[in-house]
């Protein structure tokens, strides 16, 4: 027989075993079911999908973009739809071939998405992302100037590539085979940029740059970019922009060819770096380009943007009177005299400043003379007392 009680405590084994056994189970089946309690689902990323514009004809578009229309915006402004057909098959995307559906991804059939912009300029903002297509290189530097830094700050009004370029009309600005910019481009740039820049317009154009390119349409003249760059415009108001400023006017003031034509130094950049504001400023742009320093540069005596004649007698610096002023700002003790040791960027001769010319060619005959005559006296007696030295008997020869 069994024993009642041998079966009874293997019964409560096996009870407690299946319990332990059905706890387990149930408990991994709940950790398959419900893993997100435990820890957060992976969230898969969706590619960004690619836009393949839709091919159709620029004449289909101008079919209804011909007319002057426009449309009434939230902000309360017109949006002007019209296209001149002729001003865009003249312009640099038209004539290439350009179709409208490359630029407007978006637009691929009759009525038009619905617009989202709520003013003209959200309208701007929203559309110079296209130009990044076929402009990767220039996007890229824009992202690095004052306009793209001051657009993420919040300035709305920044200006963005439409704002210099109208997709629709705007013309090539570089020859094909040079690589230069094109004389009626160079002419047009200071416009392009008074659409913002107004009132530095009318100082440009004022200064003896902006007047000979204005006025006589002189293409040696620098515009606002040759000073402040395309599209990596650096901000002018900081240190390492006026630091570098004096490189800027050697670009042009360095030019033999160029200056020779108006009979204007190309000593300036030398001249300016031989003296203590140029060699200190030379130092600081080495060692510390963001520091500013109280060095006068350039555009500190010169001016900015109303740059004017050496000879004129409001501003110009050959007027010993307007040199003094500009000595003053930075050396308020400065009497009647203190301008006259500058030379204006030349190097004394005969004709500009003879009695500096005169000293400097004696010094420099003077100089070399005392210098040399001393070396060879001293090379001379050298000389001399070691053949002395060979020549005197020993000590053993005197005694024979």
């Known amino acids: 027989m069994i024993d009642a009680h041998r079966w009874s405590r293997g019964v409560g084994w096996l009870g407690i075993s299946l319990c332990i056994g059905a706890m387990l189970w149930l408990a991994g089946l709940a950790g398959s079911i419900a893993p997100a309690h435990a820890a957060p689902p992976v969230q898969e990323t969706t590619p960004t999908p690619v836009v393949t514009p839709v091919m159709v004809s620029n004449e289909t578009c101008l079919a209804c973009h011909v007319r002057a229309s426009s449309i009434k915006l939230p902000s309360g402004e017109d949006l002007y739809l019209g ?25 691929s059939s009759y009525p038009h998405p619905p617009l989202q912009a709520q003013d003209l300029r959200e309208v701007a903002i929203a559309s110079y992302e296209l130009c990044k297509t076929c402009h990767a ?7 690095d100037s004052t306009h793209q830094k001051a657009l993420r700050a919040g300035n709305r009004q920044a200006a963005v590539c439409s704002d210099c370029h109208n997709p629709h009309t705007q013309q090539r600005i570089l020859d094909q085979n040079t690589k230069q910019t094109l004389p009626s481009a ?25 007047a000979a390119l204005v006025n006589a349409q002189n293409p040696d003249v620098p515009t606002c970019i040759d000073c402040h760059g395309v599209h990596k415009i650096a901000d002018p108001t900081s240190a390492a922009f006026r630091l570098n400023s004096p490189a800027i006017c050697a ?3 360095t030019d033999a060819a160029m200056m020779a034509k108006y009979g204007i130094s190309t000593d300036v950049l030398n001249t300016y770096l031989a003296d203590f ?21 350039c555009i500190d005596c010169h001016g900015f943007h109303d740059i004017k004649k050496a000879s004129d007698p409001q501003k110009g610096l050959q007027v010993r009177a307007n ?8 050396h308020p003790d400065a009497s009647a005299n203190f301008s006259e040791a500058w030379l204006s960027h030349y190097t004394p001769d005969r004709e500009k400043y003879p009695v500096v010319y005169y000293v400097n060619l004696f010094y420099q005959i003077v100089i070399p003379t005392v210098i040399g005559g001393m070396i060879v006296f001293v090379a001379g007696d050298t000389g001399r007392r070691f053949l002395n030295k060979r020549r005197r008997p020993s000590t053993g020869e005197k005694k024979a």
């Open 83 to 107: 296209i001149n057909p002729d001003h865009y098959a003249s312009s640099v995307h038209g004539s290439a071939g350009q179709l409208c559906t490359q630029c407007h991804t978006t637009i």
């Open 137 to 143: 290189d220039k996007y890229e530097l824009s992202m």
């Open 323 to 330: 040199l003094l002023a500009k000595c003053k700002s930075c």
């Open 251 to 253: 670009k042009c003031h």
């Open 277 to 297: 504001h140029g060699s200190t400023v030379t130092l600081f742009e080495k060692q510390a380009p963001d520091q500013v320093t109280n060095k006068p540069v």
């Open 186 to 210: 160079h002419l047009e740039i200071p416009q392009t940029c008074a659409r913002c820049h107004s009132a530095i317009y009318d100082q440009y154009k004022q200064s003896v740059h902006g």
